[in-house]
């Protein structure tokens, strides 16, 4: 049973719209949920992270809304850009173990 | 600032061979990480260290064993490949195992065996 689900898998916008990535999870031990970025070629790199004392993090055009109760978080990316296209991941942290579980990314292209 | 160096980039392996991939850090983090990333999936933990010399098995150590013989490298071998695997391997670290809020990885090495 997959512990952290994305939603969708591949999602287009187009330049300036906002895009919205989604995730949900199952386990109530997890306390921290980072998302990473990925482009082609390279490894994934920290892009903004909440905890879940909190339920909103903003970082420039990055937010991440979340949900305790429905288990659920969201990244929504304002005024998109191209240089945006990437693979997004969205994991979760066991407050116990401290291992990191991730879900199976969504692939955002952004059209200038 | 610091780098994760992963060697090689692309290996391309035989049947039934035993692979090795490795990994370098120059950020003196405690925590070493190997993830196995398929096509369109997740990344899946194969094998982490906490310390030199530490071993932790992940979700996915079957058919793979791991090294940590210094606190700047990790290695990671694969047994025996199997045919028409494809896949990338990444290498991470952080400063911690318990409060990792930030993995950085490497570039990935990319497997293909005929």
């Known amino acids: 049973q997959q512990q952290v689900r994305q939603s969708p898998q591949s999602l287009t916008v187009w330049e300036g719209e906002t895009a919205i990535l989604n995730c949900s999870y199952e386990?109530?031990?997890?306390?921290?949920f980072p998302w990473y970025q990925q482009f082609p070629g390279e490894g994934p790199a920290l892009l903004i992270s909440?905890?879940?004392?909190?339920d909103k993090k903003e970082d420039g055009r990055f937010t991440i809304f979340f949900n305790k109760r429905e288990k659920k978080l969201s990244l929504h990316i304002t005024d998109s850009q191209p240089g945006d296209s990437a693979t997004y991941f969205c994991?979760?942290?066991?407050?116990?173990?401290?291992?990191?579980?991730f879900g199976d990314g969504t692939v955002l292209t952004v059209k200038p | 600032g610091g780098i994760i160096t992963q060697t090689p980039k692309f290996l391309i392996g035989q049947e039934g061979q035993k692979l090795t991939l490795k990994c370098q850090q120059n950020?003196?983090?405690?925590?070493m990480y190997w993830y196995r990333q398929d096509s369109g999936k997740g990344l899946r933990l194969i094998y982490y260290?906490?310390?030199?010399?530490?071993?932790q098995k992940g979700d996915l150590s079957e058919g793979y064993d791991a090294s940590r013989e210094k606190k700047s490298s990790f290695s990671l071998t694969v047994t025996s490949a199997q045919k028409n695997e494809m896949a990338v391997f990444l290498c991470?670290?952080?400063?911690?195992?318990?409060?990792?809020?930030?993995?950085?990885f490497g570039h990935g090495t990319k497997l293909s065996v005929l």
């Open positions: 909440i905890r879940s004392v909190s």
């Open positions: 950020f003196n983090h405690d925590t």
């Open positions: 386990d109530s031990t997890f306390n921290y």
């Open positions: 994991a979760a942290r066991n407050t116990n173990t401290g291992k990191l579980t």
């Open positions: 260290s906490i310390t030199e010399n530490d071993l």
């Open positions: 991470a670290s952080s400063i911690a195992q318990l409060s990792n809020e930030r993995l950085f």
